[in-house]
């Protein structure tokens, strides 16, 4: 079981199918001029919500625990603080047990150049993506909304663990349950 703390860029603690697959990724775009490095992994739920919370008012943090509350995931509705909420600029749109991270099946990665972190690149587009494709991998570059996350690659063709056939916040939760002991 993961501590639902966990931010970590250990690939090790990915899915190891998914795990192969972005070994493999990076290495092709290395095999195109193009260093990727992992920048995050997994991220557990009480860093989503964090994240999620950092951009929002304290009525959208209250209005999407409700939300939670109503729609069967009172635990994933717990993690919304509002101690949580500040100015910051908005870094996901997905509320806790919504992010591929959570389920071991994303990751995020930088452009190396020159020993330093590029975030924005048409590389993001050119070679990351198309890698991923090949590889049957979901890239974030390649989304209509939202463009902030150039950055994201998941093994998932869904949007959402939400968007799943059959899914509903009540089954999001027991596999929040199920992997972080919430």
Known sequence: ???????????????????????????NCAAREA???VDCTVRGPVVQARLWCSSRTLL?????????????APKLAA????SYTGSAHCVTHALPGEGYHEYLTA???????NGAAV????????????????????AGALWQKPKTDLDH??????????????????SVEQRMVELYGL
């Open 153 to 170: 690659i998941q093994a998932s063709a869904y949007g959402s663990p939400l968007d799943e056939p059959g899914a509903s916040w009540a």
């Open 79 to 82: 993690l919304l603080l509002d």
């Open 107 to 113: 990751a995020d990665l930088f452009l190396e150049v």
């Open 1 to 27: 079981m993961l501590d639902p703390s966990t931010n970590s860029r250990d690939a090790a603690l990915l899915d190891p199918d998914f795990a192969a697959k972005l070994d493999q990724l990076i290495y």
């Open 60 to 72: 959208e943090i209250a209005a999407a625990r409700d939300k939670l509350i109503t729609s069967g």
């Open 35 to 37: 260093e990727f490095v």
């Open 119 to 138: 975030w924005s690149s048409p590389l993001y587009l050119s070679v990351l993506a198309d890698e991923a494709q090949k590889l049957g991998l979901t």
